[in-house]
């Protein structure tokens, strides 16, 4: 197994299986840009696999993790140590989750973010191709950092090029830089995230560098959950105890002539009328 950087690392927690068949068997794939984004938009995933014999797990990071902020014990580090520090805490969440595999492809974000990089599409492609997971999640489409723009576009342009009978079953788009509560509710996808929560914890908490400047992504992303369960519907009992929301990215890789433009203002078309009927009562 060989992608285009040099630094890209492979890491599969079960020393007793290679990496093709660790990716061969995966039935959950996460591709996302950064380390620590994995498992705080596809724990959804995580879960589903976690302790089963018939479901495997995989995370890709795309990006190499450079130019993280520094502080406290990582005060003196330079960017190498600290992509080190990033790398190794990725490993660590992929053991603590059981993923079948962990892969860093190590693409610098400015690779990412270009549409043509014909390396980062080879590597995605190759991955797409090799794990045939039946569901992937991504980056939602109206995510507000570049990066998680940029890896979307990639993902959803080589699941496009896979031949129907070997593309997802399902595809979600996950929230990080922006929630999708904005989205009607027949509009969103209702991932249940409020099981194994000292597993959630610990998914989130074992990315220190991230969170020790100040920055509590174990505290938000819970918190994110509980208010999604919680605010889902204003009558009856929380169904679950945590929720992320997610798009449904299923008919954009079905369907390559869909605009992505389109599909996802479409969302906000829908609930702009929802905001607009309910108001007009009123009005
Ligand atoms: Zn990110």
Not at 160 to 173: A, C, I, M, N, Y
Not at 219 to 239: E, I, M, N, V
Request: charged share 20%; glycine share 6%.
């Amino acid at each position: 197994m060989k992608f285009s950087h040099p630094a890209a690392d492979i890491f599969v927690p079960d020393a007793s299986v290679t990496p093709e068949a660790a990716l061969a068997r995966t039935t959950h794939l996460c591709v996302a840009a950064h380390q620590d984004d994995i498992e705080i938009m596809a724990y959804h995933g995580i879960v589903e696999c976690f302790g089963l014999a018939d479901k495997w797990f995989s995370g890709v990071v795309v990006t190499n993790g450079s130019g993280s902020s520094r502080t406290g014990i990582y005060g003196n580090y330079t960017d190498a140590q600290m992509q080190d520090v990033r790398r190794l805490e990725q490993r660590k969440a992929a053991f603590v989750g059981d993923y079948s595999i962990q892969l860093q492809l190590a693409h610098p974000s400015a690779a990412v973010k270009d549409r043509a990089n014909a390396a980062v599409q080879a590597d995605l492609t190759a991955i797409f191709a090799a794990a045939g997971a039946d569901v992937v999640y991504l980056h939602q489409p109206a995510d507000k950092h570049d990066t998680h723009i940029g890896v979307f576009g990639h993902s959803l342009t080589a699941l496009r090029q896979l031949p129907p009978h070997q593309r997802p079953k399902r595809v979600f788009g996950c929230e990080v830089w922006r929630d999708l509560d904005w989205m009607v509710d027949t509009d969103k996808q209702v991932l249940d995230v409020g099981r194994f929560p000292n597993l959630a914890a610990a998914l989130v908490g074992v990315f220190d560098s991230q969170i020790t400047g100040g920055k509590r992504y174990d505290l938000a992303t819970a918190g994110r959950r509980l208010a999604h369960a919680t605010y889902h519907t204003s009558h009856a009992t929380d169904q679950f105890d945590g929720i992320t929301w997610a798009m449904d990215l299923t008919p954009l890789v079905n369907d390559p002539s869909l605009s992505v433009v389109d599909y996802t203002l479409n969302n906000n078309e829908r609930f702009k009328q929802d905001v607009a009927a309910r108001l007009a009562k009123f009005a």
